[in-house]
């Protein structure tokens, strides 16, 4: 079956840095979704991706779809506080979304 | 406000006692899923449902059910608890556009 794998597992971050966490499907992929689950939270929905090679853009954070829509990068510059959390990509290639295992950030202050 | 519900949000059964899940959605969404979360595991979807008496296995379903009698609700069941289904549980809706899953706050549960 289709896999989505994301790295790192764990992201420490100083407040104020840059990071990437990246997302790579076994599958292509119809969209690619990006999740936010702050501690002890529900995952929250930030963004879908439907186009080979498509960025989009909220505020400080940049969501890139690859060109064979099998990979796909979220990008975070000047790391927050606000940033803690796991942020997940999901993969759609027809009727479910399949999760990868998350990127788990911590933030330093 | 648009939401999903889950009751309950915490429970602490016994292995063999049958429950339901209950979840709620108010968005008028046709799709609808029930994930579990676990610690390195990510989440796994278990059962989705396209529409009303439209239900599918998602990639864990064994162990539970689920049915689709209204649009707005989606109970999952567990006919016979075990310890390995102690987990965090969300259920989630979207439309049929799939343009972004609502979670609901989850359900924790534990199987003694």
């Known amino acids: 079956g289709q896999q989505v794998m994301q790295i790192p597992q764990y992201q420490h971050v100083q407040e104020g840095e840059d990071f990437t966490t990246y997302c790579n499907s076994s599958?292509?992929?119809?969209?690619i979704q990006w999740y936010k689950q702050r501690p002890g939270g529900h995952p929250v929905f930030l963004i879908q991706?439907?186009?080979?090679?498509e960025v989009k853009k909220q505020k400080r954070l940049t969501f890139q779809f690859g060109e064979a829509k099998k990979n796909s990068s979220l990008h975070i510059t000047a790391t927050q506080t606000t940033d803690v959390g796991t942020y997940f990509c999901?993969?759609?290639?027809?009727?479910?979304?399949?999760f990868g295992g998350g990127t788990r950030v911590l933030v330093k202050p | 406000e648009a939401q999903v519900t889950q009751n309950p949000r915490y429970l602490i059964t016994v292995t063999g006692k049958k429950l339901t899940v209950t979840c709620s959605q108010n968005?008028?969404?046709?799709?609808m899923s029930w994930y579990r979360q676990d610690p390195g595991l990510g989440l796994r979807q278990i059962y989705y449902?396209?529409?009303?008496?439209?239900?599918d296995k998602g990639d864990v379903p064994e162990g539970y059910k689920v049915s689709r009698k209204e649009k707005r609700n989606f109970p999952l069941i567990l006919e016979s608890p075990s310890p390995n289904q102690t987990s965090l549980y969300f259920c989630?809706?979207?439309?049929?556009?799939?343009?972004?899953?609502?979670f609901g706050p989850g359900t924790r549960l534990t199987v003694t």
């Open positions: 989630a809706s979207s439309s049929t556009s799939r343009t972004g899953d609502y």
């Open positions: 599958t292509t992929l119809s969209n």
């Open positions: 991706l439907v186009k080979s090679g």
């Open positions: 999901a993969g759609v290639p027809g009727n479910k979304l399949t």
């Open positions: 968005m008028n969404h046709e799709y």
């Open positions: 449902s396209m529409n009303v008496e439209v239900t």
